[in-house]
Every structure is written in structure tokens, then in C-alpha cells.
């Protein structure tokens, strides 16, 4: 719960990140109607670390509305 909730809250910071998942979404949900396992688990696999990459994104670029010293403390507070 707490994991996907923080996921969420910086995802949605990263820009065109929310875009990039959708299709990501849909071929889980499709690879699953369709009951094919494998292609599930490729489909996670690859929404999962499509969503670590924006996280690290997110960490690492400088924030434009913080000076150097506040730009951390207002990423951490998305997590918070």
C-alpha cells in the first residue's frame, strides 16, 4: 500500500510519465483477460521498471520552484 501510494505521488510529478504508463496498464490488463501468464509477467516487469526509471528521474533532476537547499526537502515531502 504504502510503496504504490508513494509511487504515485512522484510519478505523477515526472512530465509525460502518466502518458507512458497508460499503454504499459493496458497490456497487463489485456495479457491477464487473456490469461496468458507469460506476457503478464513481461507486461509488469516492464511497467515496474518503466516506474523505478521515473522515480530515480525524479530524484535526481533539480527541482525549478526550490532553491538548491529546498528542492530536496520538497520532493521529500511528496512522500511524506
Do not use: C, W, Y
Request: hydrophobic content about 40%; aromatic content about 2%; proline content about 4%.
Amino acid at each position: 500500500g504504502e510503496a504504490l501510494e508513494i509511487s504515485r505521488k512522484v510519478t505523477v510529478e515526472v512530465p509525460g510519465s502518466s502518458a507512458a504508463h497508460l499503454p504499459l496498464h493496458k497490456a497487463v490488463v489485456e495479457a491477464i483477460s487473456e490469461r496468458d501468464g507469460d506476457a503478464a509477467e513481461d507486461a509488469m516487469k516492464a511497467l515496474i521498471e518503466r516506474v523505478q526509471s521515473d522515480i530515480e528521474r525524479f530524484f535526481q533532476e533539480p527541482d525549478a520552484e526550490a532553491g538548491r537547499e529546498g528542492k530536496e526537502q520538497n520532493k521529500l515531502r511528496l512522500i511524506e
